[in-house]
Nanobody
Framework: QVQLVESGGGLVQPGKSLKLSCAVS???????IAWFRQAPGKEREGVSS????????RSADSVKGRFTLSRDKAKNTVYLQMNSLKPEDTGIYYC??????????????????WGQGTQVTVSS
């Protein structure tokens, strides 16, 4: 059963915006949900996260002020609004969940359920 499905990726010019979506299966409970990205030849890195109950948030320094994570609980969907995109934001973007009480960590090793990813390419 597919529990996380990302969408919304694509090719965008530098300085433009893109909004990613992550549809979460209703049967999937989690302590925290997060967005990660992986550029070619690089390790997967945490972008932004939020805990379910207390909504504790974390964001990578590289995206603060540009990326915003939001949730629509009625739709079981998490979003990542990405503004002022840069070429270095290029990569595959994944959403992931954890049931571990890790205070919205951005460590990918703490997350156990992953989506298939969506490609984001920032290029002129």
């Amino acid at each position: 059963q597919v529990q996380l499905v990302e969408s919304g990726g694509g090719l965008v010019q530098p300085g433009k915006s893109l909004k990613l979506s992550c549809a979460v299966s209703e049967s999937l409970g989690y302590y925290a949900i997060a967005w990660f990205r992986q550029a070619p030849g690089k390790e997967r890195e945490g972008v932004s996260s939020i805990t379910d109950i207390y909504e504790i948030r974390r964001s990578a320094d590289s995206v603060k002020g540009r990326f915003t994570l939001s949730r629509d609980k009625a739709k079981n969907t998490v979003y990542l609004q990405m503004n002022s995109l840069k070429p270095e934001d290029t990569g595959i973007y994944y959403c992931a969940t954890t049931t571990r009480a890790t205070l919205a960590t951005l460590n990918p090793g703490e997350y156990t359920t992953w989506g298939q990813g969506t490609q984001v390419t920032v290029s002129s």
